[in-house]
């Protein structure tokens, strides 16, 4: 049997994970919020967003407990991606929605100022 301190790591580990997992989903709707994609590239996305899911919960697994598949490593993920869920998700999104449209609203600023420099140089030389 593991000593204490190794199962209140792994425990943890498994509420760490849980938590994470929340929050990669709602960053990963946010995302998908803002750029809208069309069915096609929603399920790419989503298939991306569970291989990426997957391979964060079984490397946390391999770090928690040494990748043992137990009963309280899903009661773990299931009361850490509850507790996120409780208690922050509303918050992050909105964080995250107002930092992400910010961004990309200052992205599409720079982009339009490099075209219009751009476009202007081509006209100009369009002319000689």
């Known amino acids: 049997m593991a ?10 580990i498994t509420l760490l994970s849980g938590f994470l ?39 946390l697994l391999l770090l928690g407990n040494w990748g043992e598949m137990r009963l309280y490593v899903v009661l773990g993920w299931g009361l850490g991606l509850f507790l996120y869920i409780r208690f922050l998700s509303r918050r992050i999104v909105v964080i995250c929605f107002t930092l992400f449209s910010a961004a990309h609203r ?15 140089i081509c006209r100009r030389l369009h002319r000689k």
């Open 3 to 12: 000593a204490i301190s190794a199962q209140l790591f792994a425990i943890a």
């Open 106 to 120: 200052s992205f599409a600023q720079i982009w339009r100022g490099f075209y219009l420099f751009w476009a202007a």
């Open 21 to 59: 997992l929340g929050l990669f989903f709602d960053l990963y709707r946010v995302l998908r919020a803002l750029w809208r994609p069309g069915p096609l590239w929603t399920r790419i996305g989503d298939l991306l967003f569970w291989l990426f899911a997957f391979c964060l919960l079984y490397s």
